[in-house]
């Protein structure tokens, strides 16, 4: 799944708007020993909106229409990272991939992965589900239930 997440470092988040709703937003996302970080703008709407409700879907993009990828979705909560040490291997790890860091201030987040599910199609189709509780679990796929492939 990690494999899944360095492929790109773009994912797409799913908070809880103030008034309720939901809200899609794009995020790099970068592990850093062994931890999820999630960067984001100083005071952007995604950051306000972690701040107030720390719950959060993350899943990674899928591009194509006959997807060559499968699709990591994963479910948890956020936690704001105000330690400097760890912000400076943030940045550390964000220069080595792209070649800029971001400047100060800006909100940072480990996300707390509490379930996590992939999926992938075509020939070579897998259905993961992963939680503390279960550990990993290999699922039927739903195209082998239907026949469909």
Request: charged share 25%; hydrophobic share 40%.
């Amino acid at each position: 799944m990690a494999q899944r997440l360095e492929a790109t470092s773009i994912v797409l988040l799913g908070t809880i708007r103030a008034d309720g709703w939901p809200r899609i937003s794009p995020c790099e996302a970068y592990i850093v020993d062994g931890d999820l970080m999630l960067g984001m703008m100083w005071r952007s709407k995604k950051a306000l909106d972690l701040l107030r409700d720390p719950r959060l879907t993350v899943a990674t993009p899928q591009t194509e229409r006959e997807p060559v990828h499968g699709d990591l979705k994963m479910y948890g909560s956020v936690v704001d990272v105000p330690n400097q040490e760890r912000r400076v291997q943030y940045a550390d790890t964000v220069d080595a991939a792209i070649t800029w860091r971001p400047p100060e201030p800006y909100h940072l987040f480990a996300f707390d992965v509490e379930r996590a599910g992939f999926i992938s199609f075509g020939g070579k189709r897998r259905l993961l589900r992963w939680s503390p509780e279960s550990g990993l679990e290999v699922r039927p796929h739903p195209d082998d239930a239907t026949g469909a492939g």
